[in-house]
């Protein structure tokens, strides 16, 4: 059976459990895991470089001999034997034995590497020989903690992006820009030229990867990063300040050929032993609408267990005003209130707790000219729970009962 064969019985299978019993029947051996291998391994490149022309037939066609020329191409890369100026015409010969259909779908595509099955990679590395498994896609999700000691006494605090959004990776590498979601899937669905085309301009031999969100046509950059690092083990040579310059610059040449969907992810630099900067950095982000934040570290480094703490408040309480904490006259919340304190029950234990986020300007003056309306009045409340001290982490006031 051809590996076009194969991909085609799989695409017909309805059931991801069809899909396994059969690919567990194809022999070790088969020239399908051979070449799927080469033509799913993105970031791996073949040691030649060549531009694919179009399939040409002379009329006399051997169908029957392409698969060889195939294997010979890619075994003769991988061991030095096919001499790059013999590539392009051992390439140029097995367009002319394919049949237009195995080119289009399985020849081309893993030469170029842009072979896509009908299951996912890790259901091919479930089947495929070790040796031939397909790297997995070296994406890194910062690894939420809880213990706060562990953060770094300078950091950098940035809104928490959720909802609808696809966190993309565009790649630039091999001297061709080529974007992927998460999960290892290729993706193709942005096309703006003109930011391609900045990535590809006064790069050569430049090879790195920036990382964003999009939301139907809007884009938030929000890491950049050495690719050579980033596929081999997360680490990279730039701290995180110097990162997010790079993005500025890229928001500011967008905004000059007036693209204004494209921009670098606010940021706000805070230290540990500054709880002031925290908060007010935190709120800055809740009164934008985010739902949360993400604190990150400023050394270097992309994949370490504390380079990224998610701060995500979703529990929800319900506690009584119990005090008003005045502003201070040199603060800017002067001639309103700072703090709501308020206590309740969490898991039968009880707290009191002071809360800051979640206030505008207005509601901290309007509650400090009605405070005997507020003390004793209920509010509902969102945050992390309870920190060791027996106060809220991060509470947010969501509304008053």
């Not at 040691?47 to 001999?65: A, C, I, L, N, W």
């Not at 969100?213 to 050579?228: C, H, P, R, Y």
């Not at 921009?263 to 630099?269: A, G």
């Not at 979640?358 to 729970?385: A, H, N, P, W």
């Amino acid at each position: 059976m051809t590996p076009l064969q194969i991909i085609r019985k799989l695409a017909d299978y309805r059931s991801l459990t069809a899909q396994k019993r059969f690919l567990s029947k194809i022999p070790a051996d088969s020239t399908f895991w051979f070449e799927a291998h080469h033509g799913l391994s993105h970031f791996t490149p073949y040691p030649y470089r060549f531009v694919m022309q179009e399939q040409k037939h002379t009329g006399q066609v051997d169908y029957e001999s392409a698969p060889k020329v195939l294997t010979m191409i890619l075994e003769g890369m991988l061991d030095g034997s096919l001499r790059e100026m013999d590539f392009g015409k051992a390439v140029y010969a097995l367009s002319v034995r394919a049949r237009p259909d195995e080119w289009e779908a399985w020849y081309e595509p893993v030469l170029t590497k842009r072979l896509r099955l009908p299951i996912t990679n890790e259901v091919f590395n479930e089947y495929a020989p070790e040796h031939l498994r397909v790297p997995a896609f070296p994406v890194i999700y910062g690894i939420p903690i809880t213990e706060m000691q562990a953060m770094p006494q300078d950091f950098y605090m940035e809104p928490l992006i959720t909802g609808d959004y696809e966190r993309i990776f565009w790649f630039l590498h091999n001297d061709e820009v080529r974007s992927f979601l998460a999960d290892g899937t290729e993706w193709d669905h942005f096309t703006n030229k003109l930011f391609y085309d900045l990535l590809m301009t006064g790069s050569e031999d430049a090879s790195f990867v920036i990382e964003g969100f999009m939301e139907e046509n809007s884009i938030t950059l929000t890491d950049i990063n050495d690719v050579t690092m980033f596929l081999a083990d997360g680490r990279n040579p730039m701290p995180l300040n110097q990162r997010y310059q790079a993005l500025e610059g890229i928001q500011q040449i967008m905004e000059r050929h007036e693209v204004n969907n494209i921009w670098c992810t606010e940021y706000h630099p805070c230290r540990l032993d500054s709880a002031k900067t925290t908060r007010e950095a935190f709120n800055t982000i809740i009164q934008q609408g985010y739902e949360g934040a993400v604190m990150r570290h400023n050394e270097p480094g992309y994949g370490r267990d504390a380079t990224r703490v998610v701060v995500h408040p979703t529990k929800k309480s319900v506690l009584t005003c119990t005090k008003l904490l005045n502003a201070k006259d040199d603060t800017k919340y002067a001639g309103g209130v700072e703090y709501v304190v308020g206590k309740g029950t969490i898991n039968r234990q009880k707290f009191e707790s002071p809360v800051f986020s979640g206030l505008t300007f207005d509601d901290r003056m309007t509650i400090l000219q009605e405070r005997e309306r507020y003390l004793g009045r209920k509010f509902e409340v969102l945050s992390c729970g309870l920190g060791p001290d027996g106060k809220l982490v991060f509470p947010i006031i969501k509304k008053w009962r």
